[in-house]
């Protein structure tokens, strides 16, 4: 991941041969602590997570698509279950 300083055991190679961060099953990055949602190696995370401010557009949008795959999956699980 080019001049980053990142430990290797929570990366991978993904379908291009490149080094990212790994997901674990959840599909949330492997450096992210679960319970506070906080990342765990914030001092020697990747350039690309370093380009993203708390806040700002890019991280709205990513919170907004979030939540509403979240509402749509929640809708979609008591549909079914209603059925
Ligand atoms: S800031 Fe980057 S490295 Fe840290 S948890 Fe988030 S995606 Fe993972």
């Avoid at 001092?43 to 907004?64: S, T």
């Amino acid at each position: 991941m080019g001049d980053d300083d990142i430990p290797l055991e929570l990366t991978e190679r993904d379908q291009w041969d490149g080094w990212v961060m790994a997901r674990l099953d959840d599909g949330w990055c492997s450096a992210l602590d679960r319970k506070t949602l906080l990342c765990t190696i914030y001092e020697r995370r990747p350039m690309i997570c370093r380009d993203y401010q708390v806040g700002d557009f890019d991280c709205i949008q990513e919170r907004l698509q979030h939540t509403a795959a979240r509402i749509e999956s929640h809708v979609a699980s008591s549909t079914a279950k209603a059925i």
